[in-house]
């Protein structure tokens, strides 16, 4: 009785670190990715990243993203509401453009990307990101210095 008390306690405990380690493992691995797509060099092939004024927002969606279209998109209305002018969104289906998905180590959607005047990534938003998130990323931007 006492044995199998303590066998299944150790297996709970079993299952519940290997839980943890693979849940801190998918988040190292997302924070190196991220880390790695905001040091990448402006994109090129991207048009109007390195020549359009103002901070730009790639949208990264799907055509079956239903969170794309009924949070994210409205999100970005708003956006473009707030700082008219000032601020812009590019629609990017990330199936169609796989080497920019990779360039910004895209690995849901949705996910932003905001990047500033020069097309340098400077945050990057994995999932839905509510308004007041970009808000303060572009934000942030605009009252930086222009160098």
């Known amino acids: 009785m006492l044995g199998d008390i303590l066998l299944r306690v150790a297996a709970l405990v079993a299952v519940a670190l290997l839980t943890w380690g693979g849940v801190a493992g998918v988040r190292a691995y997302a924070t190196a990715r991220k880390r790695q797509a905001l040091a990448a060099a402006p994109s090129p092939e991207l048009p109007g990243v390195t020549t359009a004024e103002g901070v730009r927002v790639l949208a990264f969606s799907s055509e079956d993203c239903s969170p794309c279209r009924t949070l994210q998109r409205p999100a970005l209305d708003r956006l473009l509401d707030a700082r008219q002018g000032r601020v812009s969104v590019i629609e ?37 990101a509510p308004l007041a998130r970009l808000l303060a990323q572009v934000d942030e931007i605009l009252a930086a210095p222009v160098a």
């Open 92 to 128: 990017i289906d990330a199936a169609s453009a796989p080497d920019l998905a990779a360039r910004y180590a895209v690995l849901t959607v949705p996910t932003t990307v905001v990047l500033d005047e020069a097309g340098q990534a400077r945050a990057i938003n994995y999932g839905f």
